[in-house]
Nanobody
């Protein structure tokens, strides 16, 4: 499986961006796709996850409802809609895929994912 993350860029604080994560290869084995981010000098952290079978989602508590994750099964693509972006959310955003069943709580742990995309840079200016 290969994951291609895209949609990053430079935006001003308060703006919106939509990231995409397109999967190719053996996509029939997909179970959960997650988004993580790594800010400069910080550890990678969980952002959101979605279960392919039923669309159930999980979000980091810090997002305050500003982000929304969704999927398009026909396109094998997961989206991350990010609204009201803040400068401290400048980071490289990564998508990851889990191929086996996983509890929603466990989707927050990056070690539970089998495949990772290359990341897309989001820069939020103040």
């Amino acid at each position: 499986v290969q994951l291609q993350a895209s949609g990053g860029g430079l935006v001003q604080a308060g703006a919106s961006l939509r990231l995409s994560c397109a999967a190719s290869g053996r996509t029939s084995s997909r179970y959960t796709t997650g988004w993580f981010r790594q800010a400069p000098g910080k550890e990678r952290e969980f952002v959101a996850a979605i279960r392919w079978s039923d669309g159930v989602t999980s979000y980091a508590d810090s997002l305050k409802g500003r982000f929304a994750i969704s999927r398009n099964s026909a396109k094998n693509t997961v989206y991350l809609q990010m609204n009201s972006l803040e400068p401290e959310e400048t980071a490289v955003y990564y998508c990851a895929l889990r191929t086996l069943p996983l509890s929603l709580v466990a989707t927050r742990e990056q070690g539970n994912y089998d495949y990772w995309g290359q990341g897309t840079l989001v820069t939020v200016s103040s």
